[in-house]
């Protein structure tokens, strides 16, 4: 299984940004089956859940960013977004997509994921 980030963000604050994650590699990569989930990690800091989403689109979020961001996903691409609105400074990070073996989507831990993407930068200047 394959997840590859949309590339290097760098915008203002206040401004909106969507990430976006292709998914693919096997014939039961379908985002549609699994739990699909958006990691973000700081240099030294350890990975935080910022999404999920399970296979029957029951989602979750981190407290830093409900009501800001907002996670879908596109079955007929296999894509997983993020939909980040009201970016403030310190959702500066490294941001993951990764997705779980199973359908269900626990409490949004990183532990808990299989299949990992190789990060995208985001910065967002004040």
């Known amino acids: 299984v394959l997840l590859v980030e949309s590339g290097v963000v760098s915008v203002q604050a206040g401004a909106s940004l969507r990430l976006s994650c292709e998914v693919s590699?096997?014939?039961?990569?379908?985002?549609?089956?699994?739990?699909m989930g958006w990691f973000r990690q700081a240099p030294g800091q350890e990975r935080e859940g910022v999404a999920q989403?399970?296979?029957?689109?029951?989602?979750l979020y981190a407290e830093s960013v409900r009501g800001r961001f907002t996670i879908s996903k596109d079955n007929a691409t296999n894509s997983l977004y993020l939909q980040m609105n009201m970016m403030k400074p310190e959702d500066t990070d490294m941001y993951y997509c990764?997705?779980?073996?199973?359908?269900?989507?626990?409490?949004?831990?990183?532990?808990?994921?299989?299949?990992w993407g190789q990060g995208t930068q985001v910065t967002v200047s004040s």
């Open positions: 590699g096997s014939s039961s990569s379908s985002v549609s089956a699994y739990c």
């Open positions: 989403i399970s296979s029957d689109d029951i989602t």
């Open positions: 990764a997705r779980r073996s199973v359908s269900w989507c626990d409490p949004l831990k990183a532990a808990a994921y299989k299949f």
